[in-house]
């Protein structure tokens, strides 16, 4: 055993692991929780890794799925597959959008013009999303 690893979460227990990839050259090991959190574990220098916020969390983790007349997967507001939308927005545990220098960190939003880095975000009358 090189290293024993509890996902304790400060207030709230143990944290489900959901996530887990191994970086290409084998050298580190990064994981993904249910509360937003990533840890990643390897040799070298955190330093690159500090920058990153504690939370994280796509826009579209919890948006609701339905089911079409083939029984395919849809995306209940855009009716696209999942795997055919476009890239997500980075966000917090409260649904609010990281600044653009952190949304390029998304595949397929790295070469993306400022604009497009920063959501538009709708309120309706009662000023909910």
């Not at 084998?26 to 330093?47: C, L, P, Q």
């Not at 916020?53 to 799925?65: G, N, W």
């Not at 089911?67 to 649904?95: C, I, K, W």
Request: proline share 9%.
């Amino acid at each position: 055993l090189v290293c024993s690893f509890k996902n304790s979460i400060e207030g709230q227990g143990h944290g489900a692991l959901f996530d887990a990839k191994w970086s290409p050259d084998g050298r580190y090991i990064s994981a993904t929780d249910s509360h937003g959190h990533v840890s990643i574990f390897g040799m070298g220098s955190n330093e690159k890794y500090n920058k990153v916020p504690q939370e994280l969390f796509f826009h579209t983790d919890y948006r609701p799925l339905v089911r079409d007349s083939q029984q395919y997967v849809l995306d209940e507001q855009t009716q696209l597959a999942p795997h055919l939308m476009p890239p997500p927005f980075l966000v917090n545990m409260d649904g609010n959008p990281y600044p653009p220098a952190l949304q390029r960190l998304v595949p397929g939003r790295a070469t993306c013009h400022h604009n497009q880095l920063v959501p538009n975000v709708i309120f309706n009358a009662n000023g909910e999303r």
